[in-house]
């Protein structure tokens, strides 16, 4: 895998990626998606989600704070996606803990072909049809082995399906990676997991292997946490740090940093 020439043809090509996304973290998606070297752009009114949508490159659609509205908003947006033939990635937070995250994002993954399924353990869990415990939106509980649930869910959705947590796992169902770059004060910052969306979606954007844009998403994002945390004092510093060093990004720290384990 080539995580430095992925991320060459983000800042060479600069996809535009289209967010219907969280209202508590959309100023950072914005500022990531710009650090990484794509432009941003958050149109959720569905008056104009299918016209934004044709200019995109991918379509980012995050249900942190969503409303009836929001997700009429997204499936339209995502069937636009859909004939435009752009990847679509839906990241399921807060799945499980209540019935109306659950519901609504089944129902777009009914109504969209999604490219890329991005949650945490319990969100995937609890949209693979297992036993699992969501907090809010943390991840307390899955019953089963998660590369198995990951694996199962992917060929049942055919889509890529992307665990986020201390290790992220990475599957279409038939590849699976485990990407262990990243550190825990990339926890103690809240947005991090909707950046890491937003990043994949640029990524995404550029190369349509999900399962390969997913991983080397993940790792550059893990590996600008882990640079930003040789730097920091505590998280105030650490976050500032972190978009210095998801903008700085070079193939030497790439290459001698990227933590990305094929195990199937």
């Given at each position: 895998m080539n995580i430095v020439e992925i991320l060459e043809k983000i800042k060479e090509q600069k996809p535009l990626i289209h967010h219907i996304t969280n209202w508590v973290t959309i100023y950072d998606c914005a500022n990531i998606v710009r650090a990484i070297?794509?432009?941003p752009v958050m149109a959720h009114a569905?008056?104009?989600?299918e016209q934004m949508t044709s200019i995109a490159n991918a379509l980012v659609l995050n249900i942190g704070t969503l409303t009836v509205?929001?997700?009429?908003?997204?499936?339209?947006?995502?069937?636009?996606?859909?004939?435009?033939?752009?990847?679509?990635?839906?990241?399921?937070?807060?799945?499980?803990?209540?019935?109306l995250r659950t519901n609504k994002a089944k129902e777009i993954l009914e109504e969209v072909k999604v490219s890329i399924l991005k949650g945490n353990s319990s969100e995937i869990g609890t949209l693979a049809g297992v036993e699992s415990e969501t907090k809010g939106v943390e991840a307390m509980s899955v019953?089963?082995?998660l590369i198995e649930i990951a694996e199962k869910l992917a060929n049942n959705r055919k889509l890529t399906v992307v665990i986020t947590g201390e290790e992220d796992i990475i599957s279409n169902g038939e590849d699976v990676y485990i990407c262990k770059?990243?550190?825990?004060?990339?926890?103690?910052?809240?947005?991090?997991?909707?950046?890491a969306t937003s990043v994949i979606g640029a990524f995404a954007a550029v190369e349509r292997n999900y399962t390969l844009a997913s991983s080397a998403a993940l790792?550059?994002?893990?590996i600008a946490g882990?640079?930003?945390?040789?730097?920091?004092?505590?998280?105030?510093?650490?976050?500032?740090?972190?978009?210095?060093?998801i903008f700085n990004l070079d193939k030497v720290s790439i290459e001698k940093m990227q933590k990305i384990e094929k195990i199937k």
């Open positions: 070297g794509a432009l569905k008056e104009e989600v509205d929001l997700i009429e908003s997204m499936v339209l947006a995502g069937k636009k996606a859909n004939k435009k033939n752009i990847p679509v990635i839906l990241d399921s937070v807060g799945v499980g803990a209540t019935d019953k089963g082995n770059n990243g550190h825990w004060m990339m926890s103690k910052i809240v947005g991090t997991g909707c950046m790792s550059c994002f893990g882990e640079l930003a945390a040789e730097k920091s004092k505590s998280i105030g510093t650490y976050k500032v740090n972190f978009f210095d060093e």
